[in-house]
């Protein structure tokens, strides 16, 4: 694979805070690539280097090869950038605030008229040309979002909490047309989330834990690994069913919120075995399949919300 991409060693310090420590990451071309990690695990702050905000305090970041401490000016034309906060000027029309963004990448005349009418048409809101954005759904505004960090044709388009703000609708509308982009023109996505669903979008995943990348693959992979089914059993007494649990069958059984959890890839045999071992101790049990968050707490040994995030 020769990588869009190319993260080595970068590591990245507010004053004092170390935001990131020594991340190693490659994006392939035509990859929708996701970095999923709680709030301040230092995706806005890889976002804001790659979008040439700041160089990072260590380590080197190239786009098509071109390195960003050496090329920023140039490697700012390849990357299309979408804000986490909304940056649209309300009080100005659909169009004018997209041809407003391609001025500032030096597009002008005819040429600019073309392609303002072609994104627009691209992204289902030529119809909304003349309406002020201050009237449209959040849905809506994100598409002019879109239209914007698409102008100038980038290779790379990198977005920063998409989701946040919309509701389910416009979240699915926004990824359609993430994937239609991937699909028709080939473009490379990188997109930050706290979102475990949206994670799932992706194809292949870097989950970031306190500026450190803590495993890389695809959602299917990272939860293939963890090693089937988990199952969730209720009872009276947990230490003591994890005890005998662990002498009898050879399963190790760990707490999580008062119940015990067995990771396994038989799940719905062991529910029976269980049940036959431990007549009596048994008060619940829930079967599902691993989630994103347990692959997480699996690589970190801590939940993916603590509470003083919530
Ligand atoms: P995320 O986007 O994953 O929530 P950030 O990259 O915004 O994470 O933040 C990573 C860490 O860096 C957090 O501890 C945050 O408080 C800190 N941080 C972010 N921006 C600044 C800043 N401008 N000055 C000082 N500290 C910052
Ligand atoms: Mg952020």
């Not at 691209?122 to 960090?149: H, P, T």
């Amino acid at each position: 694979m020769n990588p869009i991409v190319d993260i080595q060693n970068v590591s990245h310090r507010y004053k004092t805070r170390e935001a990131l420590k020594g991340v190693n990451l490659s994006i392939g071309r035509g990859e929708i690539f996701g970095l999923l990690g709680p709030n301040g695990s230092g995706k806005t702050t890889l976002f804001r280097i790659l979008s040439t905000f700041f160089d990072p305090t260590e380590g080197s970041v190239k786009v098509e090869d071109l390195d960003l401490r050496t090329d920023a000016p140039k490697l700012r034309k390849k990357i299309g950038v979408v804000f986490q906060a909304p940056s649209l000027d309300a009080r100005l029309t659909v169009r004018e605030n997209i041809t407003f963004q391609g001025s500032l990448y030096g597009l002008a005349g005819k040429e600019l008229h073309t392609r303002v009418q072609s994104m627009m048409a691209r992204l289902g809101i030529a119809d909304r040309a003349a309406e002020l954005v201050q009237r449209l759904s959040g849905g809506l505004k994100r598409r002019v979002e879109l239209a914007k960090g698409l102008l100038h044709n980038p290779a790379l388009l990198i977005l920063d909490e998409p989701s946040t703000g919309l509701d389910p609708g416009a979240r699915i509308d926004l990824w359609k047309y993430l994937k239609e982009l991937r699909e028709k023109e080939k473009i490379t996505i990188l997109v930050t989330t706290h979102l475990m669903e949206e994670a799932e979008h992706c194809d292949r995943l870097a989950i970031l834990n306190e500026g450190k990348v803590v495993v890389i693959g695809s959602p299917h992979n990272l939860k293939k690994e963890i090693g089937g089914d988990i199952l969730h059993i209720q009872t009276q007494d947990a230490a003591e069913l994890a005890r005998q649990i662990e002498h009898k069958m050879k399963i190790k059984a760990i707490h999580v919120n008062g119940m015990l959890q067995i990771e396994h890839t038989d799940g719905h045999k062991l529910i029976a075995s269980l049940i036959e071992n431990f007549p009596g101790k048994i008060d619940a049990v829930t079967f599902r399949k691993p989630t994103l968050e347990d692959v997480f707490v699996h690589k970190t040994g801590h939940r993916f919300w603590t509470e003083d995030v919530l």
